[in-house]
């Protein structure tokens, strides 16, 4: 089972960046999928959530109008699009699997650093 993310970089404030996370190892299409984010001395965060169809999306709302999730079934992947991108979304970027209670397995996570 594994969870790879990539895509991360430095880019200037208003940039943009698209993070992609490959699946493997479990049926990708039977899970929400979801963003997650922790900046240096905060605790992690949720960025976004996409339902198994990609039918219902969540946003926290730092993020909304900026960012969307997405996902392609047939490619075990999912992606989160940051535009408008601010000095305060660098952080490190996680992608994870919803399971039933809590978001039971992680990526290592993509470095993502907004500033000019």
């Known amino acids: 089972v594994q969870l790879v993310e990539s895509g991360g970089g430095l880019v200037q404030p208003g940039g943009s960046l698209r993070l992609s996370c490959v699946v493997s190892g479990f049926t990708f299409s039977t899970y929400d999928m979801s963003w997650h984010r922790q900046a240096p001395g905060k605790e992690r965060e949720l960025v976004a959530r996409i339902s198994r169809a990609g039918g219902s999306r969540n946003y926290a709302d730092s993020v909304k109008g900026r960012f969307t999730i997405s996902r392609d079934n047939a490619k075990n992947m999912v992606y989160l699009q940051m535009n408008s991108l601010k000095p305060e979304d660098t952080a490190v970027y996680y992608c994870?699997?919803?399971?039933?209670?809590?978001?039971?397995?992680w990526g290592q996570g993509t470095q993502v650093t907004v500033s000019s």
């Open positions: 994870a699997r919803a399971g039933v209670r809590k978001y039971d397995l």
